[in-house]
């Protein structure tokens, strides 16, 4: 061991150590980062017979060895640290915490408390003279405004939007403040230095929040990932750009008439039918005039004397040295969710469960020109992030879908659609016109589509929404005509006013089964507050039952009736010829569910929905059996003014596509 005498070249202070010389650098740092001696930002340097110093590559000090540095004045020896001439990542990372998770806000993006993950390596590219620009800043809409205000410019990324429109809108942002804010355009002067870019590989995910994630797991209850959400943020961005960025803003807005007023505000973030709400009160108080104008200067990096004109001179030079650059600009973020290992990543987005990922509604040109000929919708016009998802086997999606006429002629037909799932292939959803007498005729109809499925982009954290779906196979060795299928509930469905569809799923389509629509109704037993789902099909081509074929079917159960825009149940009225009815003023396709109180042997029923969805009816088919088969034998009552133990349940569902 030797004294070695470690001097900081732009300090006066010497500090005395005793050190190996055949040590190797690498392990002279370790030595001196227990004495915060040296840190990231200093390197080795040796001096030169000129007297200048030669800074030592961080990568180098492996291999170099203390004496090759050492300086031998007068019988003592020197080392000479100085200050790092370039950044590398890992002081960047340090300085502005490129590792931690992120959220967006109105206040401009959050960095979270912790981290998730720790960066073990990146890629670092200096940016030459294309990092100087000049430009200006305007917003087209409130969500371009939140997208541009948390520092993703140019990335419209799909992945953006979603974490955009998680905190998209806040009550009491409508006012002419927020409004004007939207109107308005900054001039901006940006200078950046360098690219940051990492990808799940570059992480190590950490202790804590692994246990984190393991403990939400555990808990079954969705609300613990919020919890996570506060504590790590949203998403990383993996793709950062440092420097320095000032904003001017460049139109002038008055305030004048603003009055004193307190806001109740809450974050309502608003997917299709989805609203939830993060609340908090705030005192918004303006008591005089303010104007913003072209002197109202934003910074972000670099160094700039306060209360003076900008000096872009002054504020490019201090932006040489790196310890004054910030993040100018993100790209590509990735949800935290997302960059956990498999494992952990699938057992999150189970154990938060289904969800409503989409719906929307699409016309439809249905030509029924041969007796039995179905209809086949493709889901063409579904948004390619959405079609990724579907097709995903780890995202178990199904499909539900309701149909109507869109230009009132259809007196005398009604339409039934079910859905034809293959393996690995995007749902089609299959539609049959039932006419009493034949004729041929084109409808133009309206299809509403709903997609459920495993959040596994996790864009449905914060919704406060659980589905449920009940999936029963029916697969007999001896097929029958109506089959009862026996639904075990953990919720009273009809006391607690739950939502609850029904649909069939097929996942073949040929020559046997084309012409056949299958129909159900759910009935309580009364025993043991069981549920009953009474299923029965029906070939429209020779118009008689059939047995059932081979199909799954799919009950789903939503716990939050707000999901929906309404949710309620209707008795049936009946009109002047005893034909049961329920009216409404909106002409939209309904979800619709009858429910059979009592047991009472009821005639299979279908529904239709007349008007374009402005009524629904109930229907019956003819089955030219003459009376001899089991539904024909058994099942007669219709419902009545006299029996009418039958309740619709109607959801209606807004269009939107959850998922950005």
Same mark, same amino acid.
């Given at each position: 061991?030797?004294?070695? =005498?470690?001097?900081?070249?732009?300090?006066?202070?010497?500090?005395?150590?005793?050190?190996?010389?055949?040590?190797?650098?690498?392990?002279?740092?370790?030595?001196?980062?227990?004495?915060?001696?040296?840190?990231?930002?200093?390197?080795?340097?040796?001096?030169?017979?000129?007297?200048?110093?030669?800074?030592?590559?961080?990568?180098?000090?492996?291999?170099?060895?203390?004496?090759?540095?050492?300086?031998?004045?007068?019988?003592?020896?020197?080392?000479?640290?100085?200050?790092?001439?370039?950044?590398?990542?890992?002081?960047?990372?340090?300085?502005?915490?490129?590792?931690?998770?992120?959220?967006?806000?109105?206040?401009?993006?959050?960095?979270?408390?912790?981290?998730?993950?720790?960066?073990?390596?990146?890629?670092?590219?200096?940016?030459?003279?294309?990092?100087?620009?000049?430009?200006?800043?305007?917003?087209?809409?409130?969500?371009?405004?939140?997208?541009?205000?948390?520092?993703?410019?140019?990335?419209?990324?799909?992945?953006?939007?979603?974490?955009?429109?998680?905190?998209?809108?806040?009550?009491?942002?409508?006012?002419?403040?927020?409004?004007?804010?939207?109107?308005?355009?900054?001039?901006?002067?940006?200078?950046?230095?360098?690219?940051?870019? =990492?990808?799940?590989?570059?992480?190590?995910?950490?202790?804590?929040?692994?246990?984190?994630?393991?403990?939400?797991?555990?808990?079954?209850?969705?609300?613990?990932?919020?919890?996570?959400?506060?504590?790590?943020?949203?998403?990383?961005?993996?793709?950062?750009?440092?420097?320095?960025?000032?904003?001017?803003?460049?139109?002038?807005?008055?305030?004048?008439?603003?009055?004193?007023?307190?806001?109740?505000?809450?974050?309502?973030?608003? =997917?299709?039918?989805?609203?939830?709400?993060?609340?908090?009160?705030?005192?918004?108080?303006?008591?005089?005039?303010?104007?913003?104008?072209?002197?109202?200067?934003?910074?972000?990096?670099?160094?700039?004397?306060?209360?003076?004109?900008?000096?872009?001179?002054?504020?490019?030079?201090?932006?040489?040295?790196?310890?004054?650059?910030?993040?100018?600009?993100?790209?590509?973020? #990735?949800?935290?969710? &997302?960059?956990?290992?498999?494992?952990?990543?699938?057992?999150?987005?189970?154990?938060?469960?289904?969800?409503?990922?989409?719906?929307?509604?699409?016309?439809?040109?249905?030509?029924?020109?041969?007796?039995?000929?179905?209809?086949?919708?493709?889901?063409?016009?579904?948004?390619?992030?959405?079609?990724?998802?579907?097709?995903?086997?780890?995202?178990?999606?199904?499909?539900?879908?309701?149909?109507?006429?869109?230009?009132?002629?259809?007196?005398?037909?009604?339409?039934?659609? &079910?859905?034809?799932?293959?393996?690995?292939?995007?749902?089609?959803?299959?539609?049959?016109?039932?006419?009493?007498?034949?004729?041929?005729?084109?409808?133009?109809?309206?299809?509403?589509?709903?997609? #459920?499925?495993?959040?596994?982009?996790?864009?449905?954290?914060?919704?406060?929404?659980?589905? &449920?779906?009940?999936?029963?196979?029916?697969?007999?060795?001896?097929?029958?005509?109506?089959?009862?299928?026996?639904?075990?509930?953990?919720?009273?469905?009809?006391?607690?006013?739950?939502?609850?569809?029904?649909?069939?799923?097929?996942?073949?389509?040929?020559?046997?089964?084309?012409?056949?629509?299958?129909?159900?109704?759910?009935?309580?037993? &009364?025993?043991?507050?069981?549920?009953?789902?009474?299923?029965?099909?029906?070939?429209?081509?020779?118009?008689?039952?059939?047995?059932?074929?081979?199909?799954?079917?799919?009950?789903?159960?939503?716990?939050?009736?707000?999901?929906?825009?309404?949710?309620?149940?209707?008795?049936?009225?009946?009109?002047?010829?005893?034909?049961? =009815?329920?009216?409404?003023?909106?002409?939209?396709?309904?979800?619709?569910?009858?429910?059979?109180?009592?047991?009472?042997?009821?005639?299979?029923?279908?529904?239709?929905?007349?008007?374009?969805?402005?009524?629904?009816?109930?229907?019956?088919?003819?089955?030219?059996?003459?009376?001899?088969?089991?539904?024909?034998?058994?099942?007669?009552?219709?419902?009545?003014?006299?029996?009418?133990?039958?309740?619709?349940?109607?959801?209606?569902?807004?269009?939107?596509?959850?998922?950005?």
């Amino acid at each position: 061991m030797s004294s070695i =005498f470690v001097k900081n070249i732009d300090e006066k202070k010497l500090k005395l150590y005793h050190l190996d010389l055949i040590d190797n650098l690498s392990n002279i740092r370790k030595e001196l980062e227990k004495h915060n001696t040296i840190n990231d930002i200093l390197s080795f340097s040796k001096k030169s017979p000129e007297n200048e110093f030669a800074e030592i590559e961080r990568e180098h000090e492996e291999k170099l060895l203390l004496k090759d540095i050492i300086d031998n004045v007068n019988s003592c020896n020197y080392l000479y640290l100085t200050k790092n001439s370039r950044a590398n990542w890992n002081i960047l990372n340090k300085k502005c915490k490129l590792d931690y998770g992120r959220t967006m806000s109105f206040d401009g993006i959050k960095k979270a408390n912790n981290r998730a993950f720790i960066m073990k390596n990146c890629e670092l590219t200096e940016i030459n003279a294309e990092g100087y620009k000049k430009g200006e800043l305007e917003f087209e809409s409130k969500e371009d405004w939140m997208k541009k205000t948390n520092l993703f410019l140019d990335d419209d990324d799909i992945n953006v939007m979603n974490f955009v429109n998680l905190g998209i809108s806040i009550k009491g942002l409508k006012d002419e403040n927020f409004n004007n804010e939207i109107k308005s355009t900054y001039r901006y002067t940006e200078l950046g230095k360098v690219i940051v870019k =990492f990808n799940r590989e570059n992480l190590e995910l950490t202790d804590d929040f692994k246990d984190d994630i393991r403990d939400a797991i555990g808990s079954k209850d969705p609300r613990k990932f919020r919890e996570i959400i506060k504590e790590y943020g949203q998403f990383i961005p993996t793709e950062i750009i440092l420097g320095g960025r000032v904003y001017f803003k460049d139109v002038k807005i008055s305030l004048e008439n603003s009055a004193d007023n307190s806001v109740e505000s809450s974050v309502n973030a608003s =997917f299709g039918p989805f609203n939830f709400k993060i609340g908090y009160n705030s005192n918004n108080t303006r008591k005089k005039s303010k104007f913003y104008s072209s002197n109202h200067m934003k910074l972000l990096g670099g160094k700039h004397p306060d209360d003076e004109n900008f000096d872009e001179k002054a504020w490019i030079e201090s932006l040489e040295d790196y310890q004054n650059w910030d993040c100018i600009e993100f790209k590509n973020p #990735i949800s935290i969710f &997302q960059l956990l290992p498999d494992d952990l990543r699938k057992e999150s987005f189970v154990s938060i469960g289904k969800r409503i990922l989409y719906t929307s509604t699409e016309d439809y040109n249905y030509d029924l020109y041969e007796l039995g000929r179905h209809g086949t919708f493709e889901l063409r016009n579904i948004p390619e992030n959405i079609l990724e998802i579907i097709l995903n086997e780890e995202a178990d999606c199904d499909a539900f879908a309701t149909v109507i006429d869109a230009d009132e002629v259809s007196t005398n037909v009604f339409f039934n659609c &079910q859905i034809l799932r293959k393996p690995k292939a995007k749902p089609n959803i299959i539609i049959h016109g039932i006419q009493e007498e034949f004729q041929k005729c084109k409808y133009k109809l309206k299809i509403k589509i709903m997609i #459920i499925g495993y959040d596994i982009n996790f864009n449905f954290i914060l919704s406060d929404t659980i589905v &449920q779906l009940n999936k029963e196979v029916y697969d007999p060795e001896s097929p029958c005509l109506f089959n009862n299928m026996k639904l075990q509930l953990e919720h009273e469905l009809i006391t607690g006013n739950i939502p609850f569809l029904g649909f069939p799923i097929l996942d073949n389509l040929d020559s046997s089964n084309n012409s056949i629509i299958i129909g159900h109704n759910f009935c309580n037993t &009364q025993s043991d507050d069981k549920f009953r789902i009474d299923t029965f099909s029906y070939c429209i081509k020779n118009k008689f039952y059939v047995n059932l074929p081979k199909f799954t079917f799919c009950t789903l159960i939503i716990l939050n009736s707000n999901t929906f825009n309404s949710c309620e149940s209707f008795p049936f009225k009946f009109n002047k010829w005893k034909k049961p =009815f329920i009216d409404f003023k909106e002409s939209n396709p309904k979800y619709i569910s009858l429910y059979c109180s009592k047991d009472n042997n009821y005639n299979p029923i279908f529904t239709s929905q007349r008007g374009r969805g402005k009524q629904i009816c109930i229907e019956y088919v003819n089955c030219n059996c003459n009376k001899t088969c089991f539904i024909c034998m058994n099942k007669t009552s219709k419902i009545s003014t006299k029996q009418n133990d039958i309740e619709c349940k109607i959801f209606s569902l807004s269009d939107g596509i959850i998922m950005n």
